[in-house]
């Protein structure tokens, strides 16, 4: 591996138009179905991303798996090949210096530690009569590290990942209902499985109890892993190329209030110890910490170094690859809503009646230029913070730029990978 990184830099340096991302991952996956072992599989992975920059500002890029000097040479030859009819781009000027970001130490979880937590997670969920099946556990961890190489110079980060999933199914004399729940972090001591498999078992007890109901219009309270579909709808008009392309519904509101004095958005690509914290982004450029809305004023937007150029802006650190085949594009790093005051039950009870959404359907058809959605929803009525009926087959349907004018924001800032969000409570939305 050192000698394929000292040769690409070799390369870069001698040919202005040559950039390598390069990328080895190795790690394990565990699969349990039923409680019994179902899968396991350790794997590493070397890839070369190699990016080729014409003389008329057009990139082509190709992907190998074959690292000899061959297999590196025919890559070049088919990237320069395909900048030919390539895409607009820049290589933007990698800086002297860059954030100072601490490397989390990896190391292999023990194998009796990890059974153990198996064994205390499984313990809870049997000692609940209504948890028909414990379906499915996963548990993976890997290290994956990154070589951007140009101009001679080589900057690298590795990222440790542990991940916990787990779906059961809950009966009740209604029906079966299953859920799931799940964590991603950089270390393993962050993963509390008796509590993601709480989570888990709440959710599908919950929905094993519900019925179709009839419309109301009634304050609606998503928790975190339910919130991040709506942050992931707002987040569209926050990117600077669709700003740049005018699709942005925020195009023109910088610096306007747009949303609730309560909301406080942040992309921060130096968090500590969250998945997508690094010194630099996929282009090379400094990542930091930036404030989109502050006090529901629109503060700023992301950009990567093309769309900035366009725009008379700097980068600010949002490139990134959506895998090693497709070209840096702008992206957030570690999205989150900024936590508030309330706690979850101080949410329920802020009305006299609450729902609580525990499953989303069909987030992914919302419209993110103009913001409308519909989804289909299941969940709790709450009365006063007692839970009265368990509703399901419910539809939400609204635009999510009024949605964010008047919201409570809780205290339970929660990431799921470098996405994260408290609970949100909206005062009235119609549920039909």
Not at 105 to 123: D, F
Not at 128 to 154: A, D, M, T
Not at 336 to 363: D, M, Q, R, S
Request: glycine share 8%.
């Amino acid at each position: 591996m050192r000698d394929s990184i000292e040769y690409l830099a070799e390369l870069t340096e001698k040919e202005k138009a040559l950039e390598f991302f390069l990328t080895r991952e190795s790690g394990v996956h565990l699969e349990w179905r039923d409680t019994k072992p179902f899968l396991e599989k350790s794997y590493e992975e070397k890839a070369l991303s190699v990016r080729y920059l014409n003389n008329k500002g057009l990139c082509g890029i190709s992907y190998t798996l074959d690292l000899t000097k061959e297999g590196i040479e025919a890559a070049i030859e088919r990237a320069s090949f395909l900048s030919k009819k390539g895409l607009p781009a820049i290589y933007p000027e990698l800086p002297e210096g860059y954030p100072e970001v601490k490397e989390i130490e990896y190391s292999e979880p023990q194998r009796e530690e990890l059974l153990k937590n198996l064994e205390k997670e499984r313990e809870y969920l049997f000692s609940k009569s209504y948890i028909e099946r414990l379906e499915r556990e996963s548990f993976s961890f890997s290290k994956e590290e990154i070589f951007l190489i140009r101009e001679g110079r080589v900057l690298s980060f590795s990222i440790p990942e542990f991940t916990f999933f787990v779906s059961v199914v809950a009966k009740s004399d209604k029906k079966s209902a299953s859920s799931f729940a799940y964590r991603s972090e950089t270390s393993f001591k962050r993963i509390n499985f008796l509590e993601i498999a709480k989570e888990a078992e709440r959710k599908a007890r919950a929905l094993s109890l519900t019925e179709k109901g009839k419309a109301l219009k009634v304050a609606v309270l998503f928790p975190p892993e339910a919130s991040l579909d709506l942050l992931s709808l707002l987040s569209f008009s926050f990117k600077g190329d669709e700003v740049f392309k005018g699709r942005s519904f925020l195009k023109d509101k910088l610096g306007k209030e747009v949303f609730s004095k309560k909301l406080n958005i942040i992309d921060d690509g130096l968090y500590p110890e969250l998945p997508e914290t690094r010194p630099f982004d996929d282009e090379g450029m400094p990542q930091g910490r930036k404030i989109l809305v502050k006090s529901g004023v629109v503060e700023g937007f992301i950009w990567d170094a093309y769309y900035g150029k366009l725009k008379g802006l700097s980068s600010t650190g949002n490139a990134r690859r959506p895998d090693l085949t497709s070209p840096p594009k702008v992206d957030f790093t570690n999205l989150f809503i900024e936590a508030g005051e309330k706690t979850p039950l101080e949410l329920l009870t802020l009305h006299n009646f609450t729902f609580e959404v525990l499953e989303v359907l069909g987030a992914h058809t919302a419209n993110p230029v103009s913001g409308d959605f519909s989804v289909g929803v299941s969940g709790i009525l709450y009365e006063k913070g007692e839970p009265v009926k368990y509703l399901s087959e419910m539809g939400l349907s609204g635009n999510i730029f009024e949605l964010f004018r008047d919201l409570e924001v809780g205290e339970d800032l929660t990431f799921f990978g470098n996405t994260g969000s408290p609970s949100l409570l909206f005062p009235v939305m119609d549920l039909g």
